[in-house]
Structure formats: C-alpha cells, structure tokens
C-alpha cells in the first residue's frame, strides 16, 4: 500500500527534527494542551503498536482496549504505564525503529482486510492512513515548538481525502444533520498540482494550499490563522469545526494559539 511508505516516509521526517532537539526540550510542554514532546512520541508510539497489533495480534489489541476500558483508565496515563519506562532518547528510538516494522506490516497487507478497532472495525487502507495522519498532525506541535517550519509533501494528500471523506462526520459527531453537498475544494498540493473534490462552485469553495487545508481538519490551526480563501455559509461552517478524526466532538484551536515558535537563536 502506498499510504504504509508515506506513513513510514513521514514518520522519518519527524524523527530527523526530533533527533536534532537538545534533552531539555522533550518536557517542555508544547501548544497542543501543554503535551510535552515525549507526550507526542510516546502517544504515536502507543497507538503504532495497536495498529500493529490488528494484524499480528488482535487479541493483544481486544486485551489492551478492555483494560483501558474496564479500568477506566485515561488514554494518556495508560500509555505513560505501558511505555513510561523508557528515557527520551529510548522512546524515541525505539518509535523509530517500530514504525519502519509497522510500515513493512502494512505494505503488503490487502487494503480492504477488515481490522478490529477501539470503534467499529475499519480497513487496513484506513488504519495506515490514520497512522499517518496522527503522525502528521501531532508532528505540527513538535515542528510549532522547535521553530521549523515543515516542507511538506504530496504525501498530505491523503490527509485531504481524510478530510474530504468525513465531511459529514464533522457534522454527526455533534448531533447534526450534515449538508447535502460538500464545498468545492481546489487545493494546491506542495508540488503545485492543483487537487480539486467536490461540484465546481462559486458560491461554496475552499481555495488554497493543500497543506493548510489539512491543518484546519486535523485541528493544527484555526482557520483564521490559514489563508484560504471560504467562500459560503457552509463551506464557513465546515471550517470552523472541521474533525477528521474519531471520538467526541472537539472544537478547533483558538485563533492565534498554534503557530511557529520564532527559533532560538544563540
């Protein structure tokens, strides 16, 4: 599957910045709800291995969900017990050499394998792809934190599908009745192809960089910190609370929240 290399490829963008950061920054608290570094690579770590787990060993994933859940456990002080033995250094090596294993698991796994899941079972295409999306999306706090602004790939434009295809999950996940058509998307990818989804439309259009698209569904930025252009009540609507991941409804940053921290300089 192509969505297991680009998975593998960004995980490999982010430890090259992760592996460049001095100790001290690992448990400096970041934007994204005070998580610190170590929070992002161990949360990433984590929810590698269940995903791995789905098809090595579904058991192992079934057992580690209901302990969660028969505990009642937190996501995070779970993953803190289960890897929290680990220094910085280790855990990052460790994210590292397992995700490239996680890669090769998936690369040859058929992507329309159904697969258990902490909701309802989802194909091996969507779990990978999930992967990368969480790898990206969590990764933005770490590059907002170092003060490296992300080149970014094509690879994103599977975030945008993510983001195309739970259009109307934006809107269940919050008791809504979704709107009969999607916007018009016309994006520009980072090798400055033009992606467009949706009817051609001038009344309901989301225009810009592809990559500012997916920060604002995968909630990394608030759309007032973006420079694409909605045009619309829906596509407006759409962007204020755009989710392309699972669980409860969670509201985008606040405006001016997560940006790229100016550099340390010496």
């Known amino acids: 599957m192509e969505q297991a290399e680009d998975f593998r490829q960004e995980t490999r963008a982010l430890h090259g910045l992760v592996a460049s950061l001095p100790p001290n920054a690992f448990e400096e608290p970041t934007q994204f709800k005070g998580w610190t570094i170590v929070d992002v690579i161990r949360h990433l770590h984590f929810w590698n291995r269940m995903a791995h787990f789905q098809l090595s060993d579904p058991d192992a994933l079934v057992g580690h969900l209901k302990t969660m859940a028969t505990r009642g456990i937190p996501m995070r002080a779970y993953e803190a017990e289960q890897l929290g033995h680990l220094s910085p250094s280790g855990l990052v090596a460790e994210w590292a050499v397992f995700a490239e294993t996680t890669a090769d698991l998936f690369a040859t796994a058929d992507p ?21 999306m969480e790898t990206w999306a969590h990764g933005q706090e770490v590059y907002d934190h170092a003060g490296v602004v992300r080149k970014n790939d094509n690879r994103v434009r599977n975030i945008v599908t993510l983001g195309v295809n739970t259009f109307g999950w934006t809107y269940a996940t919050r008791g809504e009745k979704p709107p009969a058509s999607m916007p018009n998307l016309v994006l520009t990818a980072p090798s400055g192809e033009i992606w467009t989804h949706g009817d051609p439309s001038e009344t309901e259009r989301i225009e810009g960089l592809a990559e500012e698209f997916c920060q604002v569904v995968t909630q990394t930025r608030n759309i007032a910190d973006t420079n694409l252009k909605v045009t619309g009540p829906v596509a407006t609507d759409w962007m204020s609370k755009a989710q392309c991941f699972a669980g409860a409804p969670n509201p985008p940053p606040a405006p001016g929240t997560r940006y790229t921290r100016k550099a340390a300089t010496a």
């Not at 329309?112 to 990368?132: Q, V």
């Open 112 to 132: 329309k394998a159904r697969l258990k899941w902490a909701g309802p079972d989802m194909s091996a295409r969507s779990s990978i792809t999930a992967r990368l």
